[in-house]
T-cell receptor, first 112, second 116 residues
């Protein structure tokens, strides 16, 4: 079945460093991907998306890279701040298109 | 612009009971999706509603049902509650059905359901 997984379940970085969160997806038919940030007690918050016709997309302090050859996504956060501490999910559109398939998430902890 | 709002925020029910969760979509969004998020896991798709009709369903039994109203708000109903139904229930709205366009989901903060 289709699935979205993450290489690192937890990631600790020093404040000010760059963070890289990785994600592997298994459905080669997926053509749209989203990164979400979820803070404790809140719903997932949209960070950035990318379509399969792109390799890279940049936002404010964040960059998403897509490697379709190896079915890999990454989220790069520049100059990580304490407010970036959260669980990060990647999601891909599913076989039927009506749903998004989420991975288990990576917890990012920013150390002072 | 008003975001996605859900009510109630927390709910405790007994096994076998029924529950109704409510969601108001973000302004301008006509599609609502419901997800179940167990503790420590990613959200799992329950179903999506568009134009008051179910527009896709995940691997959930029929005791999970929903409605969408003309103002695009939505309800999730769960009958015959089981202990494993304890989870965070997330509502998300999107500008278009996710099957027809690359339209991101915008989530509410969820309803935490505890079944005892």
């Amino acid at each position: 079945g289709e699935s979205v997984g993450l290489h690192l379940p937890t990631l600790s970085v020093q404040e000010g460093d760059n963070s890289i969160i990785n994600c592997a997806y298994s459905n080669s038919a997926s053509d749209y991907f989203i990164w979400y940030k979820q803070e404790s007690g809140k719903g997932p918050q949209f960070i950035i998306d990318i379509r399969s016709n792109m390799d890279k997309r940049q936002g404010q302090r964040v960059t998403v890279l897509l490697n379709k050859t190896v079915k890999h996504l990454s989220l790069q956060i520049a100059a990580t701040q304490p407010g970036d501490s959260a669980v990060y999910f990647c999601a891909e559109n599913g076989d039927y298109g009506q749903n998004f398939v989420f991975g288990p998430g990576t917890r990012l902890s920013v150390l002072p | 612009e008003t975001g996605v709002t859900q009510s109630p925020t927390h709910l405790i029910k007994t096994r076998g009971q029924q529950v109704t969760l409510r969601c108001s979509s973000q302004s301008g969004h006509n599609t609502v999706s419901w997800y179940q998020q167990a503790l420590g896991q990613g959200p799992q798709f329950i179903f999506q509603y568009y134009r008051e009709e179910e527009n896709g369903r995940g691997n959930f039994p029929p005791r999970f049902s929903g409605l969408q109203f003309p103002n695009y708000s939505s309800e999730l109903n769960v009958n015959a509650l089981e202990l494993d139904d304890s989870a965070l229930y997330l509502c998300a709205s999107s500008l278009y059905p996710t099957g027809t366009s690359n339209s991101p989901l915008h989530f509410g903060n969820g309803t935490r359901l505890t079944v005892t």
